[in-house]
């Protein structure tokens, strides 16, 4: 069998929920400039991001219907991350 070289190869234990999410999540308002982290969640496959960008912290730049433009800084440079609702989570004090 060929080996798989799929967008979520090897994330057995990275992309693992313990929670589940509720409702509230996907209520929460953002606007711009609100500082969110990427925190993928696994059960959602639509709008999901990258699994390099999970863990990291972004400003929010566009809010649409259903996804929400983030910048998060990777190294120098700044990466434009597209994301529905489920996988960011707002940043406790901002």
Known sequence: MPKSHG???RTRSLLRSSTKKGL???LV????NDKVIVKID???VKGMPHRRFNGLVGTVTKVERRAVT???KVGDKVKKLIARKEHI????GS
Do not use: G, T
């Open 89 to 92: 989570v707002r940043m406790e």
């Open 42 to 44: 696994p059960a959602q």
């Open 7 to 9: 967008f979520r190869r």
């Open 70 to 72: 983030v910048d998060v």
């Open 29 to 32: 308002e953002y606007s711009p």
């Open 24 to 26: 509230s999540s996907l």
